[in-house]
């Protein structure tokens, strides 16, 4: 693959951050695409060399197979610790967590609070499919009212499981300057978007600036029980009403 | 370097900085809080990195993340916080990365009490969380010992890639001794941390993790992790011998605090004519088995006695290593109530058969 990026014809070819693994995702699922946009960042900024990746618990387990940078696999939710941790005795090196909801939002939502209230300066993405994809389709804290899981078979009850958890908003609450945004990958528009969102979240690491972290909502067909053009679908039309795209703390502004 | 009065819990965090270890990362808990209030001055002085955590699930795997640098890092903390790092000390025992967890046991179980006591002897010593892997665990009977101790298990972590634990007794971390440091930590060379995540640069990037889905490259990983094991018993079995002799007629089996009490038990038992003897493990993973048995085979030895800060735990390993060849009796009391000489002579005499 690297002999083919130095042709000068070729105009689109794999990051030099992505490994040439086939990955094992299903098909119609965005974490693929998740993966190279995040590649795409670490190349654009010349980092490659000096990231350490941390994988969490959960489908994207083997990111750390697909990334051509150093990983550490975490335990389940813990990655922000292991982030801190790695960070903290070298802030030199560029530090990232891909997480998923079940992984960040649940078992992990005590370390990912505390890591973004300190300010660690690390790269969290954080993608949220709103359901326990690894494990067989479960409710996650994610999952939609009404939404049939394995554990909602009749649909979310909101008044036992409460309403989904909106991290983004809930991370930009916190009096620690950050950057928190949300984006989606399920069209063209939205890809450029996230690639944006995905690559200040680096950027900021690289300039030492703050903890950074980006929501990218994300398609399930195996454990939704759908086609991948219908979840792409039932994203926009449900997930994205409950879960407003945007960049909802900068590291300029200090929300009160 | 001149002698200095401190209380053992600054002396185990003053002997972890001159070991070169200055990543430490913490929660506060009783009886041993001391070390983060020393550390979170005396680190920055050095260049060190000092995190208080939210909580020691968080620090155990603030550990974990810390010590994939190749550089050494450490936490201290007591029962149920050692409880809570389980998850963290059972993925780095599988991705075979070296740290250091210092545990000043207090009285459990459930939140228990804050006073001495020596009941996390199991989940030390057999692996406190799940899977097959062990913890180099070793235990000082005075603050100089912590001392000496707590800059050989940063030197044990890094030789054999994998967590070590000191345990003492909350009597360790509390009280007061005169203690002498050397100006750096000599110790022998070591293999070089080529499995540090530095960055892939040149080279191929490096995975550090415990998963294998595949069951014969997981049952390989444990085969491996099992020959470390088998290595560290040949190694790095440490004990103390007081005052046995060929005239000890029992022999009694104790560690840490414990140890010393038994060792003034020991001294006035001598002075009523009754020759007793003192085996004191030092390593509790590896356990000198062999070297116990090697003791209580001898003729004059009629009986055995342990006497533990716990209900009973060490004694697992001392029936073990005995293989029921003598009689062996169990003196402990718990819940953060250390046994006095007397009550140690009583048991003595108990066993002995001159007792009530």
């Known amino acids: 693959m690297a002999d083919v990026k130095k042709d000068p014809l070729t105009i689109f070819s794999r990051p030099e951050a992505l490994s040439s693994n086939i990955t094992s995702y299903c098909p119609g699922c965005t974490h693929g695409v998740i993966h190279r946009l995040v590649a795409e960042s670490i190349d654009e900024l010349g980092i490659r060399e000096r990231t350490v990746g941390v994988a969490p618990v959960g489908c994207s387990v083997f990111a750390y197979n697909y990334f051509n940078v150093d990983f550490m696999e975490s335990p389940h939710g813990r990655a922000p610790a292991l982030a801190t941790g790695f960070k903290r005795i070298r802030p030199d090196m560029i530090v990232f967590n891909y997480q998923g909801d079940g992984d960040l939002a649940s078992i992990g939502m005590s370390e990912i609070i505390h890591s973004a209230n300190r300010g660690e300066k690390i790269t969290v993405i954080f993608v949220n499919n709103a359901i326990y994809g690894m494990t067989g389709g479960q409710m996650a804290p994610t999952t939609l009212p009404n939404q049939k899981t394995t554990t909602s078979p009749m649909g979310r009850d909101v008044s036992k499981a409460g309403y989904p958890v909106r991290m983004a908003e809930l991370l930009s609450s916190l009096r620690t300057p950050g950057y928190i945004a949300r984006t989606a990958v399920h069209n063209p528009m939205l890809i450029v978007d996230a690639k944006r969102k995905i690559r200040r979240a680096f950027a900021n690491q690289v300039e030492g600036k703050c903890f950074s972290l980006v929501e990218v909502l994300s398609t399930c067909p195996t454990n939704w029980g759908m086609a991948p053009d219908a979840a792409t679908k039932w994203l926009e039309d449900n997930m994205v009403p409950y879960y407003p795209l945007g960049t909802f703390k900068t590291p300029e502004e200090e929300s009160a | ?356």
């Open chain 2, 1 to 356: 370097m001149a002698k200095k009065l401190m209380k053992g819990n600054e002396a185990i965090a003053e002997a972890a900085i001159r070991a070169g270890a200055t990543n430490y990362f913490a929660y506060p808990i009783t009886p041993q809080s001391e070390v983060a209030e020393y550390l979170s001055h005396r680190l920055p002085e050095v260049g060190g990195v000092f995190v208080q955590a939210e909580s020691e699930v968080a620090v155990g795997n603030m550990l974990f993340g810390a010590a994939c640098t190749g550089k050494r890092a450490f936490t201290t903390s007591s029962s149920p916080g050692v409880s809570l790092m389980q998850e963290a000390i059972s993925f780095m025992a599988g991705a075979q990365v070296p740290t250091v967890i210092v545990n000043i046991m207090r009285g459990g179980p459930g939140l228990g009490g804050i006073l001495p006591a020596q009941s996390d002897y199991m989940q030390a010593v057999k692996g406190g969380g799940h899977g097959d892997y062990k913890v180099i665990v070793l235990a000082p009977s005075s603050v100089q010992e912590a001392v000496d101790l707590m800059m050989l298990c940063f030197h044990l972590a890094d030789k054999y890639r994998n967590p070590v634990m000191l345990i003492g007794d909350g009597m360790i971390g509390q009280m007061m001794e005169s203690v002498e440091f050397p100006d750096k930590y000599d110790e022998p060379p070591l293999p070089p941390k080529d499995w540090a995540l530095t960055g892939a640069k040149g080279r191929k990037s490096y995975i550090i993790k415990s998963l294998y889905l595949d069951p014969a490259q997981l049952e390989e990983n444990n085969f491996a992790l099992g020959r470390k094991y088998e290595k560290i018993k040949q190694n790095e079995v440490r004990y103390e011998l007081y005052k046995v002799s060929n005239k000890n007629r029992i022999l009694i089996f104790a560690y840490g605090t414990m140890a010393r009490i038994c060792q003034t038990a020991i001294d006035e038992l001598e002075e009523e004519g009754i020759s007793a003897g003192l085996f004191r493990p030092i390593s509790l993973f590896p356990f000198p088995e062999k070297e116990i048995y090697r003791e209580i085979v001898k003729p004059n030895v009629e009986t055995l006695l342990t006497v533990e800060m716990s209900m009973g735990q060490m004694l697992e390993d001392i029936e073990k290593s005995i293989m029921g060849i003598k009689p062996l009796g169990f003196f402990g009391r718990t819940g953060g109530i250390v046994p006095t000489p007397e009550e140690v002579k009583a048991a003595v005499k108990k066993q002995l058969g001159q007792g009530k």
